[in-house]
């Protein structure tokens, strides 16, 4: 079975329950570089985190990681992976049946002819299945699998490197469209869950 889905993310739910603390955490960390925690008080943390930002003092940013579960194309997660400092744990082709699992595949919007698109994947689809029937492991028989081919990481940055990779795949006119319009849902969930640290970014 061939489903086409749309590129996507989620939050774990670890890092929801994170999410209230945040800002708290980051200025408590921070206050140790001026020795002013005698100032933290209720509401103090938005002030003190557009001063850090202000100042490019974003090393403190870094204490806090956070993750997103990113659903996308073999062809987008190349280039997700390529963001470092960074902790990716990405859907096995190797060990994933897809004979068993049936398989999902992202179609870029540019395609005009989505019904010859979609049959040559079916046909790449049958000659995996096939190979799999005749006894291929499915580490052998991935390497048929287009690079359309669904896969699914946890993707884990810290503040400072989510703000950086934002810019770069999110605001960057020259990034591709996949990466770029999931990385645009993460830009605008951020801002409604943490305008203090990423309401700047436009």
């Known amino acids: 079975m061939i489903k086409i889905i749309e590129p996507s993310f989620y939050w774990p739910e670890y890092t ?11 200025e408590r960390c921070g206050r140790i570089c001026y020795k002013s925690e005698d100032k933290i008080t209720e509401g103090s943390a938005e002030k003190f985190i557009k ?3 202000r100042s490019k003092h974003e090393s403190v940013l870094e204490h806090v990681s956070l993750t997103a579960i990113v659903i ?3 062809s987008c997660s190349h280039q997700l992976v390529r963001h470092r400092i960074a902790a990716y744990s990405q859907e096995s082709q190797r060990y994933c049946d897809y004979g068993k699992k049936g398989l999902q595949v992202i179609c870029p919007p540019s395609v005009i002819n989505k019904e010859k698109w979609a049959n040559t994947i ?21 390497y ?7 896969t699914e990481l946890a993707v884990t ?3 400072r490197q989510w703000r950086h990779v934002l810019l770069e795949r999110a605001l960057n006119s ?3 469209w996949e990466i770029k319009n999931i990385f645009r849902k993460i ?3 951020f801002n409604n869950k943490l305008p203090i640290l990423f309401g700047d970014l436009s």
């Open 16 to 26: 929801i329950r994170l999410f209230p603390f945040i800002c708290q955490h980051i």
């Open 51 to 53: 001063m850090l930002i």
């Open 72 to 74: 996308c194309s073999r």
């Open 122 to 142: 079916e046909y790449i689809y049958n000659e995996y299945l096939l190979q799999l029937k005749e006894g291929i492991l499915p580490e052998d028989a991935r």
């Open 144 to 150: 048929l699998l287009p690079n359309a081919t669904k």
């Open 157 to 159: 940055f810290n503040i």
């Open 174 to 176: 020259h990034a591709q």
């Open 187 to 189: 830009l605008f969930d």
